[in-house]
């Protein structure tokens, strides 16, 4: 008897089931393990020290998940963070926080722009466009700082990241929160949220159904880039400098945390409060091997599978009438 195949509806909610299982159980097992191997791994100041490191990651992370629920992916946006955070560490001397802020914030919104322009307007596939993106804001980074971290004197920057003011919760990790938090109600209770799950399902469908697709695209780009310039001015209030290098470990453990929470990178599956599991995997992977002093080449190989199981677990592949 041949079987009938799997309806989307059905795949979909198959897909959501396990990512929404798997991460929650990735966490725990590595809790418990890496817990085992090292006690001091279980402890409040280690917990503290895993989310002041994630905290960016996880912004970082927001920002390429808009992204990969149209079905596009954005590779600039490690390189993005870094020439923010050294346009911030020029200007805050100068203007203070709040310029530094909408400097990081405008230039990467206007990276964003260019990016989903360059999609939508020339039809060049976005892994091609912010690939070459990418080189060009990185490039463009290390001519501004000349290859030297830019310091600055104001310290009201990296006091506001790293201070603690509630609950002794380094705020870093506060804000970190209320981005995905906030993304989470876009995402869910804003026409912006579903037209991007309804592109991320099929542009086709979606334009036939109204959605002026061109405009969300940009606009996924636009709000990606203006995250990533948020990122950027955090991460240089943390570390107290704009560094040409900041942003370099950013895209691999971004893309990594997107697909391992359950954002399928065929777009319309996941979202921001997925993203949230996601880092915390990554981020209990990384510290915990650190903690167990497991060297950073065998680190990258464990990154790497993680990401081709994500991946292969996430992907919808109804979407696909090859897979190339």
Not at 163 to 169: A, E, M, Q
Request: hydrophobic fraction near 55%.
């Amino acid at each position: 008897m041949v079987q009938k195949p799997a309806t989307t509806a059905k795949v979909t909610r198959d897909i959501e089931l396990r990512t929404i299982i798997l991460p929650i159980i990735a966490i725990v097992v590595l809790i418990a393990y890496f817990s085992y191997v090292n006690p001091l791994f279980f402890s409040s100041a280690n917990a503290l020290n895993i989310g002041r490191q994630s905290s960016v990651l996880l912004i970082v992370a927001l920002a390429g998940t808009v992204v990969i629920l149209i079905g596009s992916i954005d590779l600039s946006v490690g390189a993005l963070v870094t020439l923010t955070g050294i346009l911030a560490a020029l200007t805050i001397d100068r203007f203070g926080i709040a310029g530094a802020t909408f400097v990081g914030l405008g230039i990467g919104a206007l990276v964003g722009l260019i990016n989903g322009g360059l999609v939508t307007m020339l039809k060049v596939p976005s892994f091609l466009v912010t690939l070459g993106m990418l080189s060009i804001l990185s490039g463009v980074a290390n001519q501004i700082s000349q290859g030297q971290s830019i310091l600055f004197t104001d310290s009201l920057l990296p006091d506001l990241v790293n201070g603690s003011y509630v609950l002794g919760i380094p705020n870093i990790i506060w804000f970190a929160l209320i981005a995905t938090g906030i993304l989470t109600v876009v995402a869910f209770r804003t026409k912006l949220g579903r037209y991007l799950y309804a592109l991320g399902g099929g542009e086709i469908v979606a334009a036939h159904a109204g959605v002026p697709v061109t405009f969300y695209k940009i606009l996924a780009f636009v709000l990606a880039g203006a995250i990533c310039g948020l990122a950027g001015v955090m991460l240089t209030g943390q570390v107290g400098a704009g560094t040409p290098t900041a942003g370099s470990s950013l895209l691999l453990n971004s893309i990594a945390a997107v697909v391992m929470g359950g954002t399928a990178l065929s777009g319309g599956i996941g979202g921001p409060h997925r993203t949230f599991l996601g880092v915390l995997v990554i981020a209990i992977l990384t510290n915990g091997m650190d903690v167990t002093e497991v060297n950073s080449f065998t680190q990258d190989i464990v990154k790497g599978f993680v990401i081709i199981l994500a991946v292969s677990l996430t992907i919808d592949r109804s979407k696909y009438a090859f897979i190339k």
